[in-house]
């Protein structure tokens, strides 16, 4: 069965430090791995997609990694803001066959910035 | 910049009774997509949608569950008879076809509509 597991849960930090927040997959065959930023109430929203060939990707202050191997990934976020505040959360997309972008989501690591 | 709608917001209902959640896809997007997450669970899939037919679906939806694409602009989801464990939120999506007819991987999502069963 495939699988998302998120660590840590949740995470406090303050203002301008920078965090890490780690994912392990078992998903196959593999396609692709995403990194979503959801806000309480909202809908999730797309980070960065990363696919078998690819290692790092970066958007802004957020810089994903991809270890194919181990079937890790984490996902940097630098000089935090306030408004980085959500949940963050690792999902892995299996490829081939009639999975039409069928997304496996792991449950998320609550960070929460504080001034 | 174009995004994914969804009315309503907040849907309650009552036990048995049928509900229909409306989503209004990007204009140009050809697959779409149903998701749902119960209170701090999992986002889980539902069902995919292509070419006016079910692409996949999960263990999830079962028969109570129905999609339909009625006219060019919306992606409905019924659900027959609601149960108290259908309350969620319910999130569409949709995902672009690129030149050559590949699937893009990057799927846009809809604020939710949250849905209380009573």
């Known amino acids: 069965k495939n699988q998302v597991e998120q660590s840590p849960q949740s995470l406090i930090i303050l203002e301008g430090k920078n965090c890490t927040l780690q994912c392990n997959y078992t998903v196959s065959p593999f396609s692709n791995l995403r990194w979503y930023k959801q806000d309480t109430g909202r809908g999730p929203v797309s980070l960065t997609i990363m696919t078998f060939s690819e290692n790092t990707k970066s958007n802004g202050r957020y810089t994903a990694t991809l270890d194919a191997d181990t079937k890790q990934s984490s996902l940097h976020i630098t000089a935090s803001q306030l408004s980085d505040s959500a949940s963050y959360i690792c999902v892995v997309s299996a490829g081939g066959g009639t999975s039409y972008g069928k997304l496996t989501f792991g449950q998320g690591t609550i960070l929460t910035v504080h001034p | 910049e174009p995004e994914v709608t969804q009315t309503p917001s907040h849907q309650v209902t009552q036990m048995g009774q049928e509900v229909i959640l409306r989503c209004v896809p990007i204009?140009?997007?050809?697959?779409f997509y149903w998701y749902r997450q119960i209170l701090g669970q999992k986002v889980e899939f539902l069902v995919s949608?292509?070419?006016?037919?079910?692409?996949?679906k999960s263990e999830i939806f079962d028969d109570q569950f129905s999609v339909e694409r009625p006219d060019g602009s919306n992606f409905t989801l019924k659900i027959r008879s609601t149960k108290l464990e259908d309350s969620a939120m319910y999130f569409c999506?949709?995902?672009?076809?690129?030149?050559?007819?590949?699937?893009?991987?990057?799927?846009?999502f809809g604020p939710g509509t949250r849905l209380t069963v009573t």
């Open positions: 204009s140009n997007h050809l697959y």
């Open positions: 949608f292509y070419n006016n037919e079910i692409s996949e």
């Open positions: 999506a949709s995902s672009a076809e690129l030149a050559g007819g590949s699937l893009s991987y990057e799927q846009y």
